[in-house]
Structure formats: structure tokens, C-alpha cells
């Protein structure tokens, strides 16, 4: 069982920075790949990041070379940083853990927090 709480969105013009994170408990956190999703209104989630339990990483190309997705797992904690930021980028940005191993789809993730809303104006 594992639990994410997400935190650090707010409001960034195009071109700043944001960085969120994704916090857990749960003692099997460590051994989780997670990975972060993005919602706009009247879209559906789609996949931005996700990290191993290992670190290794693998990005949706829209977010490649902006977007960093780390973890501490000391603090329990996964993050996304998040650079250049566009007004397309404007989205609920959620955390899951992964359960179809290699999925990249909302349906191969659960453990879904709640989201935090990122809103990049021009």
C-alpha cells in the first residue's frame, strides 16, 4: 500500500519554473516505479514522466528536455521539475505508482493522489 500526496503547483508565466512533488507513505514506495500524468479541462490524462526504482527515467517527448523527474527515497518523495515552461503545459499534474510494469497509460497506474493544478500564462 501506498499513499501520494502531490504539492507545488500555482501559477508560473511561460518560460519559469515549477517544481512539484510527489509524497508518499508507504514502506514499499522505495521499490515503486511512479510516475507523474497530466490533465487538462475537458481532456484526458496522459503520461508526462516516470522514474524506476532504479532512477532510470523515460519522458513524453512534449516534456523532453524541460522536464526532470527525480526521486529521494529517503524522504519518500518523487519529484518533477519542471523548466521552460508553456502555456500548453497548463494542466492537474497527478502521481501514481505503476502497476502493468512499462505502461505509460493512466490505466497501467494507480495509488492516484489527488493532483495539484499548474497554470502557465503567456
Known amino acids: 500500500q501506498v499513499q501520494l500526496v502531490e504539492s507545488g503547483g500555482g501559477l508560473v508565466q511561460a518560460g519559469g519554473s515549477l517544481r512539484l512533488s510527489c509524497a508518499a507513505s508507504g514502506r514499499t514506495f522505495s521499490t515503486s516505479t511512479v510516475g507523474w500524468f497530466r490533465q487538462g479541462p475537458g481532456k484526458e490524462r496522459h503520461f508526462v514522466a516516470r522514474?524506476?526504482?532504479?532512477?532510470?527515467?523515460y519522458y513524453a517527448d512534449s516534456v523532453k528536455g524541460r522536464f526532470t523527474i527525480s526521486r529521494d527515497n529517503a524522504k519518500n518523495t518523487v519529484y518533477l521539475q519542471m523548466n521552460s515552461l508553456k502555456p500548453e503545459d497548463t494542466a492537474a499534474y497527478y502521481c501514481a505508482i505503476q502497476k502493468t510494469p512499462g505502461s505509460i497509460r493512466s490505466e497501467g497506474y494507480g495509488s492516484w493522489g489527488q493532483g495539484t493544478q499548474v497554470t502557465v500564462s503567456s
Open positions: 522514474i524506476t526504482n532504479y532512477g532510470t527515467t
